[in-house]
């Protein structure tokens, strides 16, 4: 049974933006905290932005201010506003719970390269 899938990665040129998404089954999305995670080449996963059941969000230190996570609960959708977009910011991008409880799905590809 496929809980969470992640859509919406892509190839942009620095100082660009994506939107991410993640749809999630119901139970999943109306009772727990969703995060975005990201895991570059040779690097951890790490959670950069979550989001409670009621609309607070978190940001690492690293995207605050240039990301923006909402939630969409008329579709069990959380998205990512990525907003000048870094090199450093490409990775493999996953959405879970906060903490992460769901087993991992693919990811989304994002790749920030002029």
């Known amino acids: 049974q496929v809980q969470l899938v992640e859509s919406g990665g892509g190839l942009v040129q620095p100082g660009g933006s994506l939107r991410l998404a993640c749809a999630a089954s119901?139970?999943?999305?109306?009772?727990?905290?969703l995060g975005w995670y990201r895991q570059a080449p040779g690097k951890q996963r790490e959670l950069v932005a979550a989001?409670?059941?009621?609309?607070?969000?978190n940001y690492a230190d690293s995207v605050k201010d240039r990301f923006t996570i909402s939630r969409d609960s008329a579709v069990d959708t959380v998205f990512l506003q990525m907003n000048s977009l870094r090199p450093e910011d490409t990775a493999v991008y996953y959405c879970?719970?906060?903490?992460?409880?769901?087993?991992w799905g693919q990811g989304t590809q994002v790749t920030v390269s002029s």
């Open positions: 989001i409670t059941t009621f609309g607070l969000p």
């Open positions: 879970n719970t906060d903490p992460s409880s769901i087993p």
């Open positions: 119901r139970v999943i999305f109306r009772f727990n905290t």
